[in-house]
């Protein structure tokens, strides 16, 4: 071999292990972010079972009961942005629910001030009455775990799991509420029309018209055992990410009905 295909063979070997190197280089750094992502997702889990533990809604309570008795005074001491519960029964939907001066902090902040991935299960902080109002909205993270609010992209699936889950219950420190399950859509966070918190209550006729346009966009439409909803009642809206980029958004819709008795 001349000197001449020696030097290009010892440069085609330096280029090779150069490369390998990289590689080897971005295999390692990719293995330490998903740890990292990993032990992050995991921090956030446990801090939410303490969280229930607290609440008194943790793994040993049975799952299926009526209602649960929530603890809004140890709740409270934790935090006083503490407005209410909710849980989908035979989903991983079991948290607090939020509310702050604006709708940036709970996006990566838990009820006990935290720095989370997860953040909050929180309602938009311009309402005033939550779940008084004729609209309230509730946010929250669709996690790729499968916690916060990633459930919710399964009403999409198939009738049947509407059917197992079209009760969503809500707990505030005043009354107890079942959500009854009328609709959902994929819809864009810039839709106004949608995220209208600009209806009086006394405005009958803008009511009937958000009805009637989120109505139109209802791809449970074809689904049997629909609740009917009018301008009477009250409507929460569940919205969250889809893991497509940019702004479009799932969000589901439930009428809000007391239910008898109140919390404790």
């Keep these: 071999m001349s000197k001449k ?3 290009k063979a010892g440069l085609g070997t330096w280029l090779y292990r150069l ?8 295999m390692i750094f990719s293995g330490y972010k998903v740890f990292t992502i990993y032990m992050e997702y995991h921090k956030g889990t446990v801090a939410y079972d303490k969280l229930a533990q ?6 040993s309570v049975d799952k299926e009961e009526k209602d649960l008795n929530i603890n809004w005074d140890a709740l409270s001491k934790i935090s006083k942005n503490v407005k209410g519960w909710i849980r989908s029964k035979g989903t991983v939907i079991n948290y607090p629910i939020m509310q702050g001066s604006d709708n940036d902090y709970y996006l990566h902040h838990i009820m006990t001030g935290e720095y989370s991935r997860k953040g909050s299960i929180f309602i938009d902080s311009n309402i005033k009455n939550p779940f008084n109002s004729f609209l309230t909205i509730v946010y929250g993270h669709r996690m790729l775990d499968d916690s916060m609010f990633n459930s919710l992209g399964k009403y999409f699936e198939d009738e049947k799991y509407y059917k197992k889950h079209k009760i969503i219950d809500i707990y505030t420190p005043e009354k107890n509420y079942k959500l009854e399950i009328f609709g959902a859509a994929n819809v864009k966070a810039t839709n106004e029309s949608i995220y209208n918190l600009n209806i009086a209550e006394g405005d009958v006729a803008t009511k009937e018209a958000y009805i009637n346009n989120i109505l139109s966009k209802n791809e449970l439409a074809g689904y ?3 609740v009917d909803v009018t301008p009477d009642d009250k409507i929460v809206m569940l919205s969250t990410c889809t893991y497509d980029p940019g702004d479009d958004r799932i969000v589901v819709w439930g009428k809000l009905v007391e239910k008898t008795g109140e919390s404790k």
């Design 5 to 7: 295909e020696k030097k």
């Design 19 to 26: 490369v390998m190197l990289a590689l080897l280089c971005v």
């Design 54 to 59: 607290i609440a008194g809604v943790g793994e």
């Design 224 to 226: 049997k055992g629909t």
